[in-house]
């Protein structure tokens, strides 16, 4: 990294700071709700001003306009980077760029220097710019960051990261990038994620299985299929891609095989693992499938991907939100791998008002967006 990394949250929060200063990006004010449902958290984030947000993004909706013929292509805001958005340089073939366009404070990118497609599988580099940032942002200490506390990097010590690959992932950007935002300590330890690895199997919904040597759990009480595994604290960027590449057989596996439970895809998978394993992947080819990645400094997951957009109401309905004069319609919930965080953003009165007053409709709504569990009270494997 050029900078330091025990300067790392600093540097992104000064950076972050001076941006928003100079109108370089646009932050969206949210309100922000805590929820539970049979034990998982979520954070519910409602933000009307998504719905201006521009093409490549969430959209207004409104049924009298039809899409052009022939749409501009979007341009490519990774090469060159905004100056005025540029953190620094990762070693070998990555930089840090901050999002035009945060709903949380100093949320940043990791992006390639050159051209790589977003649809092709991660490579070591990519894993290794995962573990340098993670670990340069949670290493800094009170008494190495710059800056006072209204600049976020001294409450904010922990990183949630994310990947999304394929139509129904929640990406909008060809060129090849993961996505991190700040949170502070205690929204890190409430999400179901970190809660995962709290309990031991077979308590609180936690299944634990093996695929070869590598242990996988997921949370049964989550709607939706997803594996994670535990990230060493000496883990190599090597070892972190075998490991991604694991999770990725087992989401393709998941998709292949709907209507097989989750823990008999894990036994599956490990029967199959010698003949899996030794087919090489090519690296080159987009992966015919969508998909969600997060990471944490402890922890690693994938959600394989059935739909981008779920509906807390019918989406005919009238959502009452009016955008540059025209009524829209309810537009859903778009959903990337903050999904796996149980972070989840509404952009109207209407669907917020539901959701809150039926905890229960997000996580049936959320579980929407893959591949649904058959039984959530198996026991560990």
């Not at 139509?167 to 935002?181: C, I, M, T």
């Not at 015919?288 to 779920?310: C, D, H, K, Q």
Request: glycine residues 8%; negative net charge; contains cysteine.
């Amino acid at each position: 990294m050029a900078a330091s990394t025990t300067s790392l949250r600093s540097l992104v929060f000064s950076t972050y700071k001076r941006a928003a200063t100079a109108g370089a990006l646009t932050f969206s004010e949210t309100e922000v709700h805590n929820i539970a449902h049979d034990g998982i958290n979520y954070q519910i984030r409602y933000a009307p001003n998504l719905l201006k947000k521009p093409i490549g993004a969430a959209q207004p909706q409104n049924p009298s306009h039809s899409a052009p013929p022939n749409p501009t292509p979007k341009p490519n805001p990774f090469l060159p980077p905004n100056p005025a958005l540029y953190v620094t340089a990762i070693p070998r073939s990555h930089y840090l760029v901050l999002n035009k366009f945060p709903v949380i404070p100093g949320h940043f990118i990791l992006a390639t220097n050159d051209f790589e497609k977003q649809s092709c599988p991660l490579a070591v580099g990519d894993l290794e710019g995962v573990l340098s940032v993670l670990r340069g942002w949670e290493t800094d200490s009170s008494e190495q960051v710059d800056g006072g506390d209204d600049d976020g990097a001294k409450e904010y010590r922990c990183l949630y990261g994310f990947f999304n690959s394929g139509k129904e992932s929640g990406a909008s950007q060809p060129h090849r990038h993961l996505q991190f935002v700040p949170l502070t300590r205690s929204e890190m330890d409430g999400l179901w994620a970190t809660q995962l690895f709290g309990s031991n199997p077979g308590e609180n919904g936690v299944v634990e299985g093996r695929i070869g040597d590598l242990k996988v759990r997921y949370q049964s009480k989550v709607m939706y299929k997803h594996y994670f595994t535990r990230i060493p604290s000496d883990c190599k960027p090597e070892e972190l891609w075998k490991m991604y590449s694991t999770l990725l057989s087992l989401a393709e596996y998941t998709l292949s095989h709907p209507t097989t439970p989750a823990d008999v895809v894990l036994k599956e998978v490990n029967e199959q693992w010698d003949t899996i394993s030794t087919t090489q992947r090519p690296m080159d080819i987009d992966v015919p499938f969508s998909y969600n990645m997060s990471f944490s400094r402890g922890w690693m997951g994938i959600l394989p991907r059935t739909a981008e957009t779920v509906y807390v109401v019918d989406q005919d309905e009238d959502s009452g939100a009016v955008v540059d004069g025209f009524a829209i319609k309810c537009p859903g919930l778009n959903l990337n791998g903050t999904a796996m965080a149980g972070m989840t953003l509404i952009r109207t009165r209407k669907e917020m008002d539901v959701v809150l007053a039926d905890p229960g409709r997000i996580a049936r709504t959320v579980g929407g967006i893959g591949v649904p569990q058959q039984d959530t009270n198996r026991a560990s494997l």
